[in-house]
Structure formats: C-alpha cells, structure tokens
C-alpha cells in the first residue's frame, strides 16, 4: 500500500494495512482467555486477515459473494467481516437470537455459501436448519471446544482456514495486495440486519464509505485518539458495535479489548480501565443497580457517607464536570466526595478512567443519567439509526440535557417531519435495503426517513420518543408515547422491562417484569417468603413496593404536564420477558406481547372499579388488587 492520507483509505481492509505499516507494533486487540489478557498487535491482526481471507479464496469465495457471520463477541468475528472485505465481499453478521425460519430466510436471501460462527452453539442451531438452506457448503467455527465429536464434512475449524490460507498465500504472493487494491469506497462493506420493534428484519446495505465517514465524523466529534481503550462487550448484532468496536479502531488505530466472558465483565473491566466506553441502557442500569445493593448491604457508616456525599454530589457534580461555577463550599465537599466514594466506587466498577462514555436512544432515565454525571463521568446521549450508521446526533460537552439525545453532529442534517418522524441525510447514509434496491424509506430530496418519533426544539436538540408505530391515540384523542413512560417505570431499580398500552382505549395500563436480582434482595430484607420467582412477583408486598413507583411515574408525567399519559392499572407479568418477544437489540416487540397477553389486555379495561378494590389490609399498605381469570393480578392506581 502506497497511500498515507486517511483520505486515500477508503476500504477497511486499506486501512488495516496502513495501520499495520504505520503502527505495526502497536497493541490493536486484547483478549482474555482462561484469566489472561493476550495481546495481539496491529501486524498481527494483518497478517491473520490475511491468511484467513487467503484461506476463503482458495475455497472458491469470490469477490462479491456474502460471508454470513454468527456469534456474540469475539475478536475474530471482526476480522473474518475484514477477511471477506479483503476479497470484496460482504460480511452479514446474523442476528443472535433469531428464530430459525428468519435465520433461513436471511441466509437464503443472502445466497450465503460460507458462515463462520462463534462456538458449537451456533454449529448445533445452523445444522439444524441446513437441510433448508442448500447453499451452505461451509460453517467455520472459531472456539473447537465441544467439536472433537462432529463429522459434518461442511464443518471446518477457523484455524485450519487460516493455515490453508498461508499455505495458497505462498503460492500467490501477489494475489491478496491485488484484492485489496481494487476495492472501493463505495463498494458494500456490511449487510446489517437492523432490528424492528415487530421482530421483522431487514437488510441494511452499508459501504465502506458510509461507515468509515460515520467513524471520521465520531472520532472527530468525541475527541477520541489513537491511544484510547475500550472495551468490546455488546454483541456484533447491535448496530452501534460495528462502528465503536470495528469502524473506530481501523480509523483512529486505538486498542480493543474482549472479555473473557459476560459474567466477568465487571472485573475485566476494573482490569483494563476503559477510557472510552459504550454500552446500552440497559447496562447502565445494571450498574446502577449493584450500587444499589451495595449499599443497601453497607454498613451503616458507609451508608451515611454514601447518602451524604450523593446529595453533594447531585447539587455540584454535573456542574465540576461542566465546568460551570461552583460555591468554594460545595466545591471542596465534593472533592472530599471524590476522595472518599466517588473515586472508591469508580474503580470497583471499572469507570475509573473513562474520559468518554456514551449511551444510545433516550431509553436512559434522566435520572440514572445525572446519576452518573454527578460522579464525575462524562456520559452523553447519542442517536442514530442502522440506516445511519447508528450515529446521526451526539450531546455536546456542556450542553447535556437528560431528555434529549444532542443535535446533529458534523455533516449530518436532521428534521422531524409533518408527521413527527426523524429523517437525517448525509454522507452515512445507508445505500438501500438488501433485495429492494432502493432506500424503501427515503423520502423527498434524498431525506433518510426512520420510522422514530421525535421533536427538535429552538436549539436544533433533537429528543426521540420511540418507534412512530408504537405511538399510541387514546380514545379521547390525546397522543401518548409509550416509550417515554415506560422509561421512568423503568428509571426504578426494581422495575426490569415494562410496556405500555393504550390505543384508542381511555386511559394508559402497563405490563410489568421486576428485576429478579434486585427484587429478590428487597424481599430477603423484607422477611418475605415466596417460592420462586413467579409466586415473588405475585406477592401482595412485591405489588405494593410496584405501585409506589407507578405513583411516583405518575407524580412525575403530571408534573411535566403529561397528565393523560399517567398509569391507571398495571399487571405483574411472572415471567420475564422471552427472546421471543425480544428484538435483536434486545428491545421489547409491543405487537408480540400485546398477541400474548391479549386476554389481560382486555381485562384492564373490562374490570369494573369496585372489582379491583379489595378491603385494605395494615399487612399490603392500602394495595388494591383483584385476580384475572389468568391468576395474574390487576392493580388500580390512584391517578394525580
């Protein structure tokens, strides 16, 4: 490779090389295995792309063709999407936990021959519907553990690629330069399939370009250098992890680093100190949450301190971390904060160093966000579609408003509307949907509609309210956003998922998953005896402690002027949520539960009032509930 300028980089597997020239000695990837970290350089990782994509030519993979990629986390997932790009073709990374009729249908779409997975889970699920995809001639499997005993010929170790590879690779010396040489920029990198909230998927076309302009236009708008650490946790098949976890890397040459597993993620965490870190809401949450129980595990001088220090905290910290004025006073509590539990805190949790931390959507209670702000950690909101490079607006430093998602970052544009949808354009916008040809969502003057709700106000700050189709009318005519309800119902430690109904109904009910852990813990404190986790979220007390949140919901929609969007009644499912009724970003399908619970459903509204009122006990604090036909209960809530 002859070119140094960024701007002549335009293909990830050019920039591999170049940071492999550049920085060939330079750390790219950690991963850690059996309790150690093991590094790989920049001309490490090249090298192994190249006998791997060797290693798929000499197999007959030609330049256009679909490499079908499925797997949690793992660093050589990502070089086998580079691999296939070597050769010019496409990397589909196939959603996790899809059902198998939509695995075949993706995969016969595709006309995917070759599929390298992870480990012997995801060989036993693509064995299973072989039969029905006749195309597959090759499953490359990444970690042999379990496979000593497998004799499918279509089956072979990534390994043993890698070492056909080398082998071809000595014999055509010129041949893997040549292909990388003639890829584009605009050719296709990644076919994502992008999760919809009603479980159907469809294929976002994205090229090299649109990605590598996403990742140009992060780096660029976070700050991030080449120095930076961050810690690759989230599944491939969430859309933001192809440009934090792969596109960032190859851009700005900054080390990734893999757990071991998702149960050490924590301590791997506290290991590696992280200066940039993404992560869901929903792991933020997580977090939030083992403060909570410690501390309620804490003695009571700890507990003291603790209390004290966040009430500081929350009165100077956002302020210290904006570098907006400050009393002396609550500047030097806060520094003995610092000393004292903020920074002790950081570090058992692995925070410690983070310079940047981001979340996506607004599905982040403006709580939990200030929460974390008071501790000193920089953590903004950002948004953007699949279609968009999963980067379309950022918060600015300074400029962080809990409710909203920032404004549109640099050479992007956004609006919302007639219709109150967001649509953006610019040079990250996706090339169409796989099999329709054209962006089945664009709209007039090459607008990238994306099927969200939102509102920009006077200073372009876009804030989002969930999918446009989940956008409920109640009977009376007033517009309710499910999403922004259930993101205070689930601001609440002890509330795990909930869902919210309520089109062309007269008032808004919710379905209700407790966090089992969380919840669990408040009941073994409480001297409550349950059986298991169904009968705990059927207890009189477990519904007692739900409905004060609901209250407290309510209190707060009523204060903000949401009046009718305030919960009348809600149900505690007893069980969790499924992947069933889960999207592939782990994102509740409303149409799939309200299929499932379409009877409770019903009952929420055809209950009369006398029929949820039950004599008040002194042992359920006043709780009024009755029992569906179901056994479930149904509980009334007091409206404000």
Not at 455 to 460: S, T, V
Request: proline content about 4%; some cysteine.
């Amino acid at each position: 490779m002859q070119n140094n300028e960024i701007s002549a980089l335009d293909t990830f597997p050019k920039l591999l090389l170049h940071q492999a020239m550049r920085n060939g000695k330079k750390t790219a990837v950690r991963e850690k295995a059996l309790g150690i970290w093991q590094s790989r350089t920049w001309g490490q990782v090249a090298e192994e792309v190249r006998g791997f994509a060797s290693g798929l030519a000499a197999r007959g993979f030609k330049r256009g063709e679909n490499l079908a990629i499925m797997g949690d986390v793992h660093a050589r997932l990502y070089w086998a999407i580079t691999s296939a790009q070597c050769l010019g073709g496409v990397a589909v990374p196939l959603p996790l936990e899809a059902p198998e009729d939509e695995l075949v249908s993706i995969l016969n779409n595709t006309a995917s021959r070759f599929i390298v997975v992870q480990d012997q889970e995801q060989v036993d699920k693509l064995l299973e519907i072989k039969n029905h995809c006749p195309l597959i001639e090759t499953i490359i499997f990444v970690n042999p553990r379990g496979m000593q005993h497998y004799t499918d010929p279509c089956l072979c170790a990534y390994e043993y690629i890698v070492k056909e590879g080398l082998h071809f690779d000595s014999g055509h010396t010129d041949f893997f330069q040549g292909q990388v040489a003639r890829g584009r920029g605009s050719d296709t990198a990644v076919i994502f399939y992008a999760a919809e909230t009603d479980r159907r998927s469809k294929g976002v076309i994205l090229s090299h370009n649109n990605l590598i302009s996403a990742a140009t236009i992060s780096i660029g708008e976070l700050g991030l250098r080449a120095d930076e650490e961050v810690l690759a946790f989230l599944p491939m098949t969430l859309s933001a992890s192809l440009l934090f976890f792969f596109a960032q890397p190859y851009v700005a040459g900054f080390c990734v680093n893999f757990p071991e597993s998702h149960e050490t993620v924590v301590t791997d965490m506290r290991e590696i100190g992280p200066t940039f870190y993404f992560a869901t809401p929903q792991v933020y949450k997580s977090l939030f949450n083992l403060i909570t129980l410690r501390m309620e595990d804490a003695g009571t001088l700890k507990r003291t301190l603790f209390n004290y220090f966040m009430k500081i905290a929350r009165r100077a910290g956002t302020s210290v971390l904006d570098r907006k004025p400050v009393s002396p006073v609550h500047r030097f509590l806060y520094k003995i904060g610092q000393v004292l539990v903020f920074s002790p805190l950081k570090n058992v949790l692995g925070l410690s160093r983070i310079r940047v931390a981001l979340t996506s959507g607004s599905s982040l209670s403006p709580e939990i966000l200030s929460l974390y702000r008071s501790l000193g950690i920089n953590l903004k909101q950002f948004y953007g579609p699949p279609e968009g490079c999963s980067f379309i607006a950022l918060q600015r430093d300074g400029q962080v408003r809990p409710s909203g998602v920032g404004v549109a970052v640099k050479d992007v544009k956004v609006m919302v509307t007639a219709e109150g949808e967001v649509a953006f354009q610019g040079p990250n916008a996706f090339q169409g949907y796989y099999g329709s040809g054209t962006a089945a969502r664009e709209g007039t003057a090459g607008w990238v509609r994306t099927g969200i709700a939102g509102r920009l106000d006077q200073h372009g700050e876009l804030t989002v309210f969930g999918a446009l189709a989940d956008q409920c009318r109640l009977a009376d005519g007033t517009v309710v956003s499910p999403a922004v309800v259930e993101c205070i119902l689930k601001s609440f430690p002890y509330i795990k998922e909930a869902v919210v109904f309520g089109h062309e109904r007269p008032f808004v009910t919710a379905f209700i998953t407790i966090d089992g852990e969380v919840v669990t813990h408040w009941a073994d404190r409480h001297n409550i005896v349950y059986s298991g986790y169904a009968d705990l979220t059927q207890q009189e007390a477990v519904y007692g402690l739900i409905k004060s949140c609901v209250e407290a919901t309510n209190a707060k929609l009523c204060s903000s002027g949401q009046n009718r969007m305030q919960v009348r009644r809600f149900s505690i499912l007893d069980k969790e949520i499924s992947n069933g009724a889960l999207n592939h970003d782990g994102e509740v399908c409303r149409s799939v539960v309200a299929q499932r619970h379409s009877e409770l459903i019903t009952l929420f509204y055809t209950f009369e009032e006398d029929r949820c009122i039950q004599e008040a006990r002194p042992d359920t604090k006043g709780i009024r509930t009755a029992e569906a036909p179901a056994g479930i209960k149904i509980c009334d809530v007091q409206v404000v």
